[in-house]
């Protein structure tokens, strides 16, 4: 597997999130435009993140949305 670049590389929905996941501009620049100009990250959900499990971004984008539903 090669690395990931998080500040550089091109995030999709199908971007596996890595070990060497970071809450980068890059990844907040993603994140704004699947969720929205109020996405932010918090601590609950920066922790899901990187909670050990697999996932895509695209799954990372969902569920903060199913967690900020109004």
């Not at 590389?9 to 199908?14: A, L, S, W």
């Not at 969720?35 to 959900?45: E, H």
């Not at 899901?48 to 799954?59: A, E, N, V, Y």
Request: glycine share 6%; charged share 30%.
């Amino acid at each position: 597997m090669t690395h990931f670049d998080w500040h550089s590389d091109q995030i999709t929905n199908e971007t596996v999130v890595t070990a060497s996941y970071r809450n980068t501009q890059n990844v907040r620049r993603f994140m704004a435009e699947a969720c929205g100009p109020d996405f932010k990250f918090d601590r609950d959900f920066m922790g899901w993140i990187k909670d050990g499990t697999s996932k895509t971004m695209g799954q990372v984008a969902r569920e903060w949305l199913r967690r900020h539903k109004r």
